[in-house]
């Protein structure tokens, strides 16, 4: 792109921020560098998550043991209270959601839970891809094995085509022609950033008789679901990308009013009935909704800074959210297109907008040095094996502007072959 070009394209950028209705939540947060690319990782701490914290930590000085009824929100609802006001960004009703635990722990819990529930004439094989975040199968797999059920006949695999990305139709196939009792599948892949169309899968495992569950981890806050209306069985999530509720944060689950009868297969204190817990009886008492499958107390200080982040969720609205990420990831496709793609690099995430979600996969041979290059210009990302470098322009704080400037700095480094100076990846945690 030659100098006239890349000022247009500033330019267009520019006036793309000035119109965009969501431009002032950016000072909501306290962004921690100058283009932070991987909230869909890590989202970074707001002034109403501080705030929410911060409130949490004073009632627990004033009010002690008497925060678990004097807070304001008193703390003895608090997953319940947290998990309604969260409902609405995921299409469900009260009672349907209730924040607990972590992602993986409510895998364990509802897959485990749901195999359970399961008919005598359900399979008890559970369909997952083979491009999943590896917990899932993890917790998949314990929780057959815990039923002495081997993970290698009863955890199916839809393969992917092209290695980055699943296709409904062959999801669809493998329920058919497999015997599958639970279909569990993300509503986003992890590494390309893939929406998969989860009207279609949760209709074809319900043709069948199966169970329709799924991992919103990368797309709950910055893609809008209906599941209830869409008949989804039970979900999970995480809160600590694009929720910024902070690392580690408590995570969420939903189950479908339908199955508030389905028996935790992790029961816990916690998951009593709020009306009869404190009688202590040692016969479980479920509470009569989703918050059935929390398990130990909510842990408050975990819990608090989900309470104010999704204030600023709630005030820019989850649809206007969706339409500037959409947006986003759109310019920073077609920038990539006309400046990167003869330096190799490729755009591993699907173009229809239909099936993108937040983030957008660059691949290119060299990915983690280019990462590690990236960094060292104030532009966070992070690499994913074997080529890819994720960027997520998050739209509560990214402008357009800071897309192009992510290119345009990608572009030198590429040029100038600085990222050559940069060692190879040699393995351990990126």
């Known amino acids: 792109m030659d100098d006239s070009d890349a000022a247009g394209s500033l330019e267009r950028a520019r006036e793309r921020d000035a119109a965009d209705p969501l431009a002032d939540f950016r000072e909501r947060f ?13 989202g970074p701490i707001s002034t109403d998550a501080a705030d929410s914290l911060e409130n949490a930590v004073d009632e627990w000085r004033d009010l002690g043991i008497r925060g678990w009824t004097d807070a304001d929100p008193d703390w003895f609802h608090y997953g319940e209270r947290i998990g309604d006001k969260l409902a609405p960004l995921v299409g469900a009703r009260e009672g349907e959601v209730v924040v607990a635990d972590s992602t993986t722990v409510n895998i364990h819990k509802l897959v485990g839970s749901f195999l359970d529930a399961r008919d005598d004439d359900q399979p008890p094989g559970v369909l997952a891809n083979d491009l999943d975040f590896p917990t899932d199968h993890y917790a998949i797999a314990a929780q057959l094995r815990q039923r002495d059920l081997s993970p290698e006949e009863h955890l199916h695999r839809v393969e992917s085509a092209d290695g980055r990305t699943v296709d409904a139709g062959a999801v669809a196939d493998a329920i058919a022609e497999r015997d599958v009792g639970i279909v569990f599948m993300p509503s986003v892949l992890y590494r390309s950033g893939q929406l998969l169309d989860v009207e279609r899968i949760t209709e074809a495992a319900h043709e069948h008789g199966a169970y329709a569950g799924f991992d919103l981890a990368h797309s709950v806050g910055v893609v809008p679901h209906d599941l209830h209306d869409r008949g989804v069985d039970f979900a999970v999530w995480c809160s600590y990308k694009y929720l910024n509720a902070g690392p580690g944060a408590i995570a969420g689950l939903y189950v479908h009013e339908d199955h508030h009868d389905v028996d935790p297969a992790l029961a816990g204190w916690w998951g009593n009935d709020k009306a009869t817990m404190f009688d202590m009886e040692l016969a479980f008492d479920p509470a009569p909704d989703a918050g059935r499958h929390q398990v130990g107390t909510v842990p408050v200080l975990s819990a608090a800074p989900l309470d104010g982040a999704l204030d600023v969720v709630h005030d820019a609205g989850i649809d206007r959210i969706r339409e500037k990420s959409v947006q986003l990831t759109e310019s920073l496709i077609d920038l990539v297109d006309d400046r990167l793609a003869t330096h190799g690099v490729d755009v591993g995430t699907p173009r229809d907008p239909d099936r993108r979600g937040g983030h957008v996969a660059l691949e290119h041979d060299e990915a983690y040095r280019l ?25 509560l704080y990214t402008s357009f502007e800071d897309v192009h400037d992510v290119v345009t700095i990608l572009e030198d480094i590429l040029e100038s072959g600085e990222y050559e100076e940069y060692d190879r990846q040699t393995g351990g945690v990126t």
């Open 30 to 42: 306290d962004v921690p560098d100058e283009y932070y690319m991987d909230g869909n990782s890590l």
């Open 371 to 395: 990462s590690e290059a990236l960094r060292d210009h104030g532009v966070v990302t992070d690499f994913r094996q074997p080529n890819v470098v994720r960027v997520a322009p998050v739209p």
